[in-house]
């Protein structure tokens, strides 16, 4: 009979102490600095590419892991170091999963390199879904792709909300609707290379958390790709399409595909955050002393704790289940990604506030950094699709109902 193990094999344990090595030594040290000046840490992104931890070849291997953890692992790491920092390093990762998730091995092959640059000077790439009118309804995009035919390339034209990376990123990937009588089924996704006329990253956003990682709208004004940026090719999408046309269910839009396979690793940055701040408090409790004896003696504040480990150890096999089930190409039939980020974000609100609690006055200022946390961890309840579309996706997996 097979064997069961929940043990990390090798490699696994070798890769997590290395990403903790970098998170520790590098990251966490910068966090407060990037946090306030609310800027790309370049730098640092630089230092990762240089040590093999930013680039092509990492994610290849992260890819190739047929356990599928190897991509959690290190994420968790990295966000256990700092956030802001970590999705300026690991926000990438949104354009290269579509590209891989709707694009051909060819495509994969010309772009995801492009996405990252190389050590010496390292690039970054942004996902561009999200709209003004367009964020959970994803079937509201207003963002349109014609085909030119007489020069074969494609004319986009919109504006894009709140991408990670945006305008600043070598590749963008956008989706657009090519067929408006279709919704979200009459949509597709097109790689913009690097310095595309029409593209422009315009009003960054200040953030509550994760300010050191950019967010920006992007707008496209007629916006000229080549017929081969249209993301697994243009007989694909009009094979789709006709199916659609015909009432063929479809594997849904670009967009979801893209999601529906980052939700775990999204799940591990959340639980990254979660755990910093849970031994971040746990160490401030044992150590800081009210009533003449450390406040972790005290059940209120020890109860919190096992509270909070036994959450984030929780999210975590929750995580990893659907790591392995996307790994495994086995169906989320219950919406196994969603419940996994679902999960991870909720326990990061509710642990870096805990957290926040159990330091009591030391815990809102900026000598620690626990208030950081507990601003960055907010996002998980937002983007990536928020808690109440998780719920969603989960209600209608297990009902098989149109639940509103
Ligand atoms: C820091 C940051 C980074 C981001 N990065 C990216 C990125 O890289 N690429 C990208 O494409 N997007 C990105 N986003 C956008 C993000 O994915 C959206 O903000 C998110 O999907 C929510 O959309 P919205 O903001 O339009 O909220 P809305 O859709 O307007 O939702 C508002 C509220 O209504 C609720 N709601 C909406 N519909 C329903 C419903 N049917 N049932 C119950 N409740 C509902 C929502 O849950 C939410 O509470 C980012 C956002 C932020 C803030």
């Given at each position: 009979m097979a064997e069961f193990s929940l043990d990390l094999n090798e490699e696994q344990r070798d890769l997590r102490d290395w990403?903790?090595?970098f998170a520790a030594e590098v990251i966490r040290p910068a966090a407060a600095e990037w946090d306030e000046r609310?800027?790309?840490p370049w730098p640092i992104i630089t230092e990762a590419a240089k040590i093999g931890l930013y680039g092509f070849e990492f994610l290849v291997n992260a890819y190739s892991d047929p356990t599928g953890l190897s991509l959690p692992i290190a994420t968790e790491e990295l966000f256990w170091g700092d956030a802001g920092i970590a999705m300026s390093i690991m926000g990438t990762g949104l354009a290269v999963a579509a590209i891989y998730g709707s694009g051909t091995p060819e495509q994969f092959l010309e772009w995801v390199p492009q996405c990252f640059g190389d050590a010496a000077d390292p690039r970054v790439a942004a996902f561009c879904s999200s709209e003004p009118e367009a964020g959970s309804d994803v079937g509201a995009m207003r963002t349109r792709a014609r085909y030119d035919e007489a020069t074969d390339e494609w004319v986009i034209s919109g504006q894009k909300a709140f991408a990670t990376n945006g305008g600043i990123a070598s590749v963008h990937v956008v989706t657009a609707v090519v067929d408006p009588e279709l919704g979200a089924r009459g949509?597709?996704?097109f790689v913009v290379p690097p310095g595309t006329p029409g593209l422009t990253g315009a009003k960054k956003h200040?953030?509550?958390?994760l300010r050191a990682s950019h967010t920006a709208d992007v707008f496209l004004d007629d916006v000229r790709v080549p017929g081969s940026c249209l993301l697994g090719g243009k007989d694909k999408l009009d094979e789709?399409?006709?199916?659609?046309?015909?009432?063929?269910?479809?594997?849904?839009?670009?967009?979801?595909r893209t999601f529906e396979s980052t939700r775990p690793t999204v799940g591990a940055q959340a639980i990254g955050i979660a755990r910093a701040a849970y031994e971040y408090s746990l160490d401030y409790a044992k150590s800081r002393v009210q009533f003449g004896r450390p406040i972790i003696e005290n059940q209120a504040i020890a109860f919190a704790l096992a509270d909070m480990r036994m959450e984030i150890d929780a999210a975590r096999l929750l995580v990893w289940r659907a790591a392995w089930?996307?790994?495994m190409e086995r169906s989320f039939d219950a919406g196994e990604g969603s419940m996994s980020k679902l999960k991870a974000g909720e326990v990061a609100v509710r642990v870096t506030e805990q957290?926040?609690?159990i330091l009591g006055g030391a815990g809102y200022v900026?000598?620690?950094?626990v208030e950081r946390w507990y601003r960055d961890a907010k996002i998980y309840t937002i983007f990536e699709g928020t808690s109440e579309i998780q719920r969603l996706v989960v209600a209608r997996a297990i009902s098989g109902m149109q639940i509103r």
């Open positions: 990403a903790h090595g609310e800027a790309t949509q597709a996704a200040r953030k509550l958390g789709r399409l006709a199916r659609v046309r015909e009432g063929v269910r479809s594997a849904g839009s670009a967009s979801m089930m996307g790994r957290a926040v609690q900026r000598e620690h950094p």
